[in-house]
């Protein structure tokens, strides 16, 4: 057995045991598939982990960066209140459209907001209404303004409000300091903010599984 076969059974067992599809889900990947998106979803029992490290941060609100078709979405929708409030931004029209799907059929239409466009365009558009600060803040989308995102993550959430950073491994090119490629650097300069920011305490885990090898940065907001 490969050890990328063995590294997809355990995320398979974990999965059905703990994560397990429903139809609303697999609705969402299935559709998301027929529209041509690219599959690039969080994997089931990463999308459990978001969900429940939202309902552990008792989060209230939750900012989104990078919808792709809603599939994590929903799992972060779940963890809110019936009056809690998810905002997601998406860069493309297309994507968008089949996300407020997924979320319609998801019952997560009146807590969950996309918004379309660069989300560097979009996100001091959402600092001007002045909203609550968020709870939660999951970055999941070009990783070239990883450090930017982080920043506006910084800048609309609160003391103790936790912000994810998915992808941050980038097949273990992450520890290439003088790597050309800008999801690389985008990366690299993303968590060496969450490093050297006073106002951040933070770490990154490397994983394995359906997904290939990859990994996630967790910083959480202090006063």
């Keep these: 057995m490969s050890e990328s076969q063995l590294w997809n059974d355990v995320d398979d067992y ?62 972060l929708g779940r963890a809110l209140p019936a009056d809690g409030r998810l905002i997601t931004f998406e860069y493309d029209a297309t994507h968008a459209e089949v996300a407020r799907r997924n979320l ?32 939660f803040v999951f970055i999941d989308a070009d990783k070239v303004n990883n450090p930017h995102y982080v920043e506006w993550a910084l800048e609309l959430t609160r003391p103790g409000s936790l912000i994810v950073v998915d992808n941050v491994v980038r097949s273990g090119r992450v520890t290439e300091a003088g790597s050309a490629e800008p999801s690389v650097r985008g990366t690299r300069a993303a968590l060496e903010l969450i490093a050297a920011h006073p106002k951040l305490s933070g770490t990154a885990i490397q994983t394995v599984g359906s997904k290939g090898y990859d990994g996630f940065a967790l910083a959480r907001v202090l006063a």
Excluded: C, H, M
């Design 14 to 75: 974990f999965t059905t045991l703990l994560a397990p599809a429903d139809e609303t889900l697999t609705a969402a990947l299935r559709d998301s598939d027929a529209a041509g998106l690219p599959q690039i979803a969080v994997a089931p029992n990463q999308g459990k982990l978001l969900q429940l490290l939202a309902e552990i941060q008792g989060a209230r609100r939750i900012l989104e960066i990078g919808t792709l078709g809603g599939y994590s979405t929903i799992w």
């Design 104 to 135: 319609a059929r998801a019952g997560l239409d009146k807590i969950a907001e996309v918004r379309v466009g660069p989300a560097l365009e979009s996100l001091p558009k959402l600092a001007e209404e002045n909203p609550e600060p968020f709870d």
